[in-house]
């Protein structure tokens, strides 16, 4: 299974692309807290979509999705403080980012459901 071809790696790809973009933004002060964080967290998903297809197993792929579902809560949470911190505004956070996100949320849970399917057929 090539990752590069797969919906779900292009928009997490767009979302790290969006991420850093709008951490680069940021108060000086969060290079090493919470824009790192996102930025680490944001890197992740692509990472482990690609890592996980990279597996020989099902079972592997799984947990590599697992892994990158975790990731995507995770950078979820960090654009919720970074709002409430006014780092980012609110439309920009709902407008581009939230829909990246969501987008990259459904798409991921659309792979894991049919990575579950192909288990349980065997």
């Known amino acids: 299974m090539i990752h ?25 002060a969060e290079i090493y807290g919470l824009s790192s964080q996102m930025r680490r967290a944001a890197v992740s998903v692509p990472s482990n979509i690609a890592e996980g ?15 990158a579902q975790g990731s995507l809560a995770e950078l979820d949470t960090q654009i919720e403080i970074s709002l409430m911190l006014d ?11 939230g829909v990246l996100l969501q987008k990259t949320r459904q798409l991921l849970m659309g792979f894991i459901r049919s990575v579950h399917s192909k288990l349980d057929k065997i």
């Open 53 to 67: 297809c990279a597996r020989k197993s099902q079972k592997e792929l799984l947990q590599f999705l697992s892994i």
């Open 4 to 28: 590069k071809d797969m919906e779900v790696y292009k928009a997490s790809m767009l979302l790290v692309k969006e991420i850093y973009r709008i951490t680069a933004t940021f108060p000086k």
């Open 87 to 97: 780092f980012v505004d609110y439309q920009t956070a709902s407008a581009e980012l």
